[in-house]
């Protein structure tokens, strides 16, 4: 089936999705949103191509058993969560054997377990801590849908790993790799993390407090080090010589945009509203010429759509949903087109089309309703 078809049939899909075991479609229900079929079509053909029910896991490519590599792993998991807000007939099911599956990246032979990139035996130590912490965002979703503790417990579990890459050099902050490759700090791996924390805080009444604050201290420490004047972030810090990468990929900038969001709902903090509304000001530089669509690859500016999203539930800027949708369709277009890219590219695509679609329909304004108020 190519990507037209999938389209086609996507329509019919969703029809069945609201009607209940066993009862017959009197009527068509009310049309839905393009962007709900839209998400359905690339997520349906990503699923019937690379899914491996015999492992419990996505391949990389189609025609190869060899599963995809831990950060699409993340975004695909992050695409399922968001499909079973809608689709949880179909997509709901694949979720705890997707989470079983991923269990052989998981080394628990190490001091303080976490995810290698690869399926591993144990006793590695090739784990990044920016891909470890995409893993705590998408499992703590996938809780407050689902209710599944083994999610939660597991994220926990992930992010005292993520947080075990901070130490003193430069002052704080989180390594990129656990064998310090590279020698730097990176900002992608601070936002996420102080993102997971708030997240995370939101579930232990009794953590609060203490992750909130660790959170506030990631935050101060990316501030300092890799925020540029315009109120963007940049990509990294080398350790022993300062040099700074600048480079200022979206989704820098997203995570740390969704920090200040919800360090403003776990404090009360006004500063932490401006600062989210100064990063949303200043992503227009992030867009292709004076359009409103990201010049990064769906992998990186997806997470800006997110971030966009979430700060127009906050503040209803007409600008960040506006950049949502118009990167959404462009996605779209390209995937609709045929254009060749990899797994992790296609799932960005997906997940960004649900989230736009959770914008646009009752299920999703309810789910993301509950998740920003939990905790306050």
Not at 43 to 52: S, V
Not at 107 to 128: F, L, S
Not at 181 to 187: C, G, Q, S
């Amino acid at each position: 089936m190519n990507r037209q078809q999938f389209l086609r049939s996507s329509f019919a899909t969703l029809l069945a999705w609201r009607v209940a075991p066993g009862t017959a479609l009197a009527a068509a229900p009310p049309a839905a949103p393009a962007s709900l079929v839209k998400a359905l079509a690339v997520t349906a053909a990503i699923h019937a191509k690379h899914w491996m029910p015999e492992q419990s896991l996505y391949r990389s490519k189609p025609g190869t058993d060899h599963p995809e590599m831990l950060w699409g792993c993340s975004a695909l998991f992050a695409m399922l969560v968001a499909a079973s807000r809608h689709a949880p007939r179909i997509y709901q099911p694949v979720l705890p054997s997707f989470f079983a599956g991923l269990n052989r990246y998981w080394d628990a032979a190490v001091k303080i377990p976490g995810y290698e990139p690869c399926p591993t035996q144990g006793g590695g130590n090739d784990k990044y801590y920016d891909d470890n912490a995409w893993m705590v965002l998408t499992f703590a979703e996938a809780y407050q849908l689902t209710g599944d503790r083994k999610m939660i417990l597991r994220a926990y579990d992930t992010l005292t790993f993520v947080m075990s890459g901070w130490d003193d050099t430069l002052d704080g902050g989180i390594w990129w790799h656990e064998l310090h490759k590279e020698n730097r700090k990176n900002t992608c791996s601070n936002g996420p993390a102080a993102v997971g924390c708030l997240m995370l805080a939101k579930v232990r009444p009794e953590r609060r407090t203490r992750m909130v604050q660790r959170a506030l201290e990631i935050v101060i420490w990316t501030r300092k080090n890799l925020q540029a004047d315009d109120g963007l972030y940049m990509d990294s810090i080398q350790a022993e010589t300062r040099d700074i990468n600048r480079g200022t990929l979206t989704y820098n900038s997203a995570l740390m945009l969704r920090a200040e969001l919800m360090l403003h709902q776990a404090t009360g903090d006004e500063s932490h509203l401006k600062e989210a509304q100064r990063i949303g000001h200043a992503a227009d530089k992030l867009c292709q010429g004076q359009s409103a669509v990201y010049r990064d690859p769906p992998r990186w500016s997806h997470l800006m759509v997110e971030a966009d999203l979430q700060l127009h539930r906050k503040t209803a800027d007409p600008r960040a949903l506006q950049r949502a949708q118009a990167n959404a369709d462009a996605y779209y277009k390209r995937w609709q087109a045929g254009e060749e890219m990899s797994l992790l590219d296609a799932a960005s695509i997906a997940r960004a089309l649900w989230l736009v679609a959770d914008s646009e329909t009752e299920a999703g304004r309810t789910f993301w309703k509950k998740m920003d108020a939990a905790g306050r």
